[in-house]
Nanobody, 120 residues
């Protein structure tokens, strides 16, 4: 059973920063997704099993950075220059393949989610 536990969400003003963390029960290709009210759960950023390959949604390129610490089975999402439209529940996800995925259908396991709220 793969377990994923997110932390680090909260309330921040526009222009601020937050770092999300995800502790996994093993080493997997990982991703961060977000689900805003009235919208689909969309990909934010993904990283391969090795950490060599990363993918970012256009809306977060240049502002968000995904990284991993394989020794800790942890994945992070550093979020800078936050905007009100980044407000959502953020989910960590894992897939059993080693390469990155690009959509939620490619991920097999999900965390419980952490709320990020950006005030204007």
């Amino acid at each position: 059973q793969v377990q994923l536990v997110e932390s680090g969400g909260g309330l921040v003003q526009a222009g601020g920063s937050l770092t999300l963390s995800c502790a996994a029960s093993g080493r997997y290709a990982m991703g961060w997704f977000r689900h805003a009210p009235g919208k689909e759960r969309d990909v934010v950023a993904t990283i391969s099993w090795s950490g060599d390959t990363k993918y970012y949604a256009d809306s977060v390129k240049g502002r968000f950075t995904i990284s991993r610490d394989s020794a800790k089975n942890a994945v992070y999402l550093q979020m800078n220059s936050l905007k009100p439209e980044d407000t959502a529940v953020y989910y960590c996800a894992a897939r059993l393949a080693t390469r990155i995925g690009f959509s939620r259908g490619e991920y097999d396991y999900w965390g419980q989610g952490t709320q990020v709220t950006v005030s204007s």
